[in-house]
């Protein structure tokens, strides 16, 4: 299996800056997409950002401008550079990913979860 661990949330003024970060480990083949979810209370989960293995790049509308999603391929990591917060920010930041891992069968397919990071933004 792939495992996925988040870091980098925690409390920040209203237009300050935040780097998430989202490492994946486990016997990877390749990891196609790569994306950061989000969850207020009370809200549904949604997509903020999201980068293809190519680097090609989607956005939230809400987050268009202020949010930049990476990766680094080398260390199956991605990373969500956050600008510009907003009180409407505020939410438990999840990654998630999809590819191919070696299992003791051959390749399998994986589309696993990070266990959530809490971003905070105070007005």
């Known amino acids: 299996q792939v495992q996925l661990v988040e870091s980098g949330g925690g409390l920040v003024q209203a237009g300050g800056s935040l780097r998430l970060s989202c490492a994946a480990s486990g016997r990877i083949s390749r990891i196609n997409a790569m994306d950061w979810y989000r969850q207020a209370p009370g809200k549904q989960r949604e997509l903020v950002a999201e980068?293809?293995?190519?680097?090609?790049?989607n956005y939230a509308d809400s987050v268009k401008g202020r949010f930049t999603i990476s990766r680094d391929n080398a260390k199956n990591t991605v990373y969500l550079q956050m600008n510009s917060l907003k009180p409407e920010d505020t939410a438990v930041y999840y990654c998630?990913?999809?590819?191919?891992?070696?299992?003791?069968?051959?390749?399998?397919?994986?589309?696993?979860w990070g266990q959530g990071t809490q971003v905070t933004v105070s007005s």
């Open positions: 980068i293809s293995s190519g680097a090609n790049t």
């Open positions: 998630n990913a999809a590819g191919t891992f070696w299992s003791d069968y051959g390749p399998k397919i994986f589309n696993s």
